[in-house]
C-alpha cells in the first residue's frame, strides 16, 4: 500500500502487518537496532521503520543505504520515541533498488544551486517535496473555483502567429534545418515551413481567450507560456504557467471581486489540503508563512487609483530610490510601501494609458486605462488585469496609435463587431503565487524543470 | 446574473423579475410579438425571451439581429410552448453590441469547413457549445481521478533538449534572427541561441514524469505536445494536449487497472456533469453517443496478449487488407474486429519489441516487451503504456541496441541508479478521448484553435 492510503486509518491498524513499498531517506544504525525513515513520497510525512538484532534481516538491514527502494512488511503501531505518533516494527524485507555511497542527495543541508544542478533528484528532498505537492493542490485549487463557478476551461493554442504581448519577447518554432534555412529573394521563405508562415510560442491565451469569452461569458486558461527575456533574476523564468479568465459582461469593479474571491479561496484550498507542508515551510523557509496566508483570507483588499497611489507616495515622509510621479509606472519600493501603507492586499487602477497595453479600455479622462494591478505584501504585482476595449474604432485607433500590426489580429478586433460587450480579464503567473504560498524565493526552486538563458537542463 | 445560476432555484423564481445579458441565437419576430432563443454560454441550453407590441422597446426588439449581445429584465416563468419549461417575458431592454446582417454565424447548417474558416466565432454555434463545454467538463474530471487518488500534477517542461519521441518529430525552438543564423565553421553556432544549444518543444513529458514518480510514486501530467508530423488527417494535428501518468512500484498488470478505472471515471463525470451536452450529441453528432458511454462505464475490459491477437486474426474469416502477423503492428482494421469480437475495450500486451520505444521493459522471452495498448470500440488505440525499464544495464543496452542519443538523457538512466524501482506509465491523447466522448470525427473540431500543417489560424 502507499502511505497516504494510512492516513485517517492509523488506529485501526494498530498492531496490524502492512506492507509498504518505498525509499530511505535516512537511516541511524545502531549496535542492536535501527531507525530508518521511509518515505514514498505519496504524503509530505514520513514514517519510522524500525527493526532490530532479532530480526533475520537484521545484517541486510543494517547496511541499507539512504536514497535506496525497499519493500518492507511489518506490525503498525504507536510509537515510544519522540518525533512521530506511529511506527512500523520490520518483520520481512526485500531491497528492490540499492542506491550508492556517493548519492548526491544525503540527508543534510544543501545550497539551492547544488539542489538545482541535480533537478531530477530535487523533488526527493524534503523542501520540494513540500514545494511541488503545494504546486499540484494550488493548481487544483484553480481548477476547482472556477469550474465551481462554471468557468469553461480553454486550452487556447501555444503555437500562434498572434500574440498579444509583442513578437520581440516571443520564440520562433520552426522545422527548418536551421543551418540551411530556405531564402528567397533575400528573406526566408515561409512557405516551405510547416505552417507556411512565421510562428511563435506564445507569451499569452488572452486574444484566443476572449473570442471564447464571447461565447461562453466565463472561460480561464491555465497553461504555459513563454517570453525569450534574457534576464537572470530571482524573478523571471523563460517558460512558466498562467492563469488568464476572461469575462463578458464584467467591469473592473467585477473584476477585482473575482480576483479577491479567487485568491482567497486558493489560499484558503491550499491551508486546509496542504497543512503539513505549510508547516514545515513555514520553520524552515519563511517565518510566519502560515499566518501570512491566513491574514491574506480575512483580509479586505484596499482599492485605490494609480493617481491616488502617487499622491501617496509623494506625501510620504520617504527617500525613494525612485522619484514617484505622476503618470509614471511604479518601483518594488512603491509597491512595498504600498501594501505596508494600507496594511494588506492593494488594487491600484486607472494606469497611465501610455504605461499600459494597446487592448485596454481607455477611461473617459482620456488618460488613464481601466486597468487593475493586485498588489500583496511581500510579493509586489500577483495579478494584473483590465476591462478589454469594447468598441471596434476606439481598439482600431489605439492599435494605429501605438504601431501594434493589426493584420495578424484582425478576427480579434472583429469581435467588436458581432455582439460586442463590456468585457475584463487579468493573468496571474502560477510560479508567483508558489513564490507567495510557500516562501521560497527563487522562480528557479518552484519549477519542475526551470528554463532560464543559458540553462535548458534535464 | 449569468443563466447557469438559475439552474435548480426555477421554482422559487415564478414571477420574479430577472435581469440577464448574453446573446440573441435566434429571433422569429411576428406582427404582434416575438421569441428571442437567448444564451450567455454559461449554460448549453438556451432561454426563451418572448415579448409583445405593448413593450415600449417593441419597435426595437422586433429589428434585432441574431448575433447582438443584450441586456433584459423581465418576468421569468412558466412557458405554454413547446420545446422549452420557461422563458422571460421582457420589460425592459437595451442593445449592448449590435449585430450586422452579413454575421458569419446565422442559424442555420453549415459545414465544419465553414466554421474552421470562422474559428474565432464557431465557439458560439451549438455543436461546439457542447463539445467545448465537455472539454473543460472532461478535463476537470481527469484532474479530479487524480487528485482524489493522490498523484503530483507535475507542469514538465515543454522546452525541451531531450525528448522520448525522437528530435526528427519536434518542432525546434529559437531566438535566432531566422534569416540570419549565426554560425561557426560551418554549423550553426548554438552559443549565441537563449539556452546554449539547440533546443525543442517537446512531444512527451514522460522522462520528466519518471523523474518526479521517483521522488512522489504516483504523478501525472496534463499539457500540451508537439509533433511536427505533415499529415493532414482526420486524427492528426501538430499541437494537442497529452495526460501522462507514472506511477512507482506498479507493474503493468496494475497499470491496466489504473487505466480502466480513471477511463470509467471520466466517461461517469462527463456522463453527469454534461448530460444536456450528451443528449444534443446524441442526438445531432452520433446517434447511440450516450448508451455507448454508459456501456463502457459497465463494460469489463479484456486482457490479451499480442500473440492471442494475431491468433485471434489468423483465425477470423475474414479478408483483412493487411495479413496479420506474429511480430508486425497491427492495423486499424484489426484494432477494430478485436473490440468487436471482445464486445468492449480491449487491453492488447505484450508487443515485439522491435516495433515499441526503448525505454519499455522487454519481456523474460527477450522477444516482447511489457507494453499495453488500450482499443476502444468505435476510437481505436486511446492509451498507450507500458512497464518502464527499471535495471540501468538493461536499458543502457536497449538504448545502444536502437541508437538512440544516450548524451542528453544520462540523467534519465541514472534514475535507476539511486533507487530503482517496478514502475509504469501510460499517456492518453486528450484529443482521442474527446473525439470518442463527443462523436465528433475530425481531431480540428475538438481543439479550440487547432494547429495542422498549412494552417495555424488566429
Known amino acids: 500500500m502507499y502511505l497516504r492510503d494510512l492516513k485517517g486509518k492509523e488506529k485501526d491498524l494498530l498492531g496490524k502487518e502492512i506492507t509498504l513499498h518505498g525509499w530511505v531517506k535516512n537511516h541511524r544504525p545502531q549496535k542492536d537496532f535501527g531507525f530508518i525513515t521511509f518515505s514514498d513520497g505519496t504524503q509530505f510525512n514520513s514514517l519510522q521503520l524500525v527493526y532490530d538484532k532479532e530480526n533475520v534481516h537484521f545484517k541486510e538491514l543494517s547496511s541499507l543505504r539512504v536514497g535506496s527502494s525497499i519493500l518492507v512488511s511489518g506490525t503498525f503501531q504507536e510509537s515510544s520515541g519522540a518525533g512521530q505518533d506511529y511506527e512500523v516494527v520490520i518483520k520481512d524485507f526485500t531491497l528492490l533498488g540499492d542506491c550508492p555511497e556517493d548519492y548526491p542527495l544525503q540527508p543534510k543541508k544543501h545550497t539551492p544551486e547544488f539542489l538545482r544542478s541535480i533537478g531530477y533528484l530535487r523533488?526527493?528532498?524534503?523542501?520540494?517535496?513540500?514545494?511541488?505537492?503545494?504546486?499540484?493542490?494550488?493548481a487544483m485549487a484553480i481548477h476547482t473555483y472556477f469550474q465551481n463557478q462554471g468557468y469553461?476551461?480553454?486550452?487556447?493554442?501555444?503555437?500562434?502567429?498572434?500574440?498579444?504581448?509583442?513578437?520581440?519577447?516571443?520564440?520562433?518554432?520552426?522545422?527548418?534545418?536551421?543551418?540551411?534555412?530556405?531564402?528567397?529573394?533575400?528573406?526566408?521563405?515561409?512557405?516551405?515551413?510547416?505552417?507556411?508562415?512565421?510562428?511563435f510560442i506564445t507569451g499569452s491565451g488572452q486574444l484566443q481567450g476572449e473570442a471564447f469569452a464571447m461565447a461562453f461569458s466565463r472561460i480561464y486558461t491555465f497553461g504555459p507560456t513563454f517570453r525569450t527575456e534574457n534576464s537572470n533574476t530571482k524573478t523571471h523564468a523563460n517558460e512558466f504557467w498562467m492563469i488568464e479568465p476572461e469575462i463578458a459582461f464584467c467591469d473592473l469593479e467585477n473584476l477585482m471581486n473575482i480576483e479577491e474571491e479567487m485568491l482567497k479561496f486558493v489560499v484558503s484550498y491550499v491551508l486546509e489540503l496542504a497543512s503539513d507542508e505549510i508547516l514545515f515551510l513555514d520553520k524552515f523557509q519563511e517565518q510566519g508563512l502560515k499566518k501570512k496566508l491566513e491574514d491574506l483570507v480575512s483580509s479586505q483588499f484596499t482599492r485605490v487609483t494609480h493617481e491616488e497611489v502617487i499622491t501617496i507616495l509623494k506625501n510620504a515622509n520617504v527617500e525613494f530610490e525612485f522619484t514617484p510621479e505622476y503618470g509614471e509606472d511604479i518601483a518594488k519600493e512603491h509597491e512595498r510601501f504600498i501594501t505596508e501603507y494600507f496594511h494588506g492586499p492593494v488594487?491600484?487602477?486607472?494606469?497611465?494609458?501610455?504605461?499600459?497595453?494597446?487592448?485596454?479600455?481607455?477611461?473617459?479622462?482620456?488618460?488613464?486605462?481601466?486597468?487593475?494591478?493586485?498588489?500583496?505584501?511581500?510579493?509586489?504585482?500577483?495579478m494584473g488585469g483590465s476591462q478589454r476595449e469594447e468598441d471596434y474604432d476606439k481598439l482600431i485607433a489605439r492599435i494605429d496609435e501605438m504601431n501594434v500590426d493589426k493584420e495578424s489580429i484582425d478576427w480579434y478586433c472583429n469581435l467588436r463587431k458581432f455582439g460586442t460587450c463590456v468585457h475584463s480579464g487579468f493573468g496571474m503567473g502560477f510560479e508567483r503565487l508558489l513564490i507567495y504560498l510557500t516562501g521560497v524565493e527563487n522562480i528557479r526552486d518552484v519549477i519542475p524543470f526551470p528554463r532560464t538563458p543559458g540553462s535548458c537542463e534535464f
Open 152 to 199: 469553461i476551461y480553454t486550452h487556447t493554442p501555444l503555437i500562434t502567429t498572434a500574440d498579444c504581448e509583442g513578437e520581440d519577447q516571443m520564440f520562433k518554432v520552426t522545422t527548418f534545418d536551421m543551418s540551411n534555412v530556405p531564402m528567397s529573394e533575400g528573406v526566408v521563405d515561409y512557405s516551405k515551413d510547416l505552417f507556411h508562415k512565421p510562428a
Open 123 to 138: 523533488p526527493r528532498a524534503n523542501l520540494f517535496q513540500a514545494v511541488f505537492r503545494i504546486r499540484s493542490v494550488a
Open 347 to 382: 488594487f491600484i487602477t486607472d494606469w497611465p494609458k501610455d504605461i499600459k497595453a494597446w487592448y485596454m479600455k481607455v477611461n473617459p479622462d482620456g488618460k488613464t486605462v481601466a486597468a487593475v494591478d493586485l498588489e500583496i505584501p511581500g510579493a509586489g504585482e500577483l
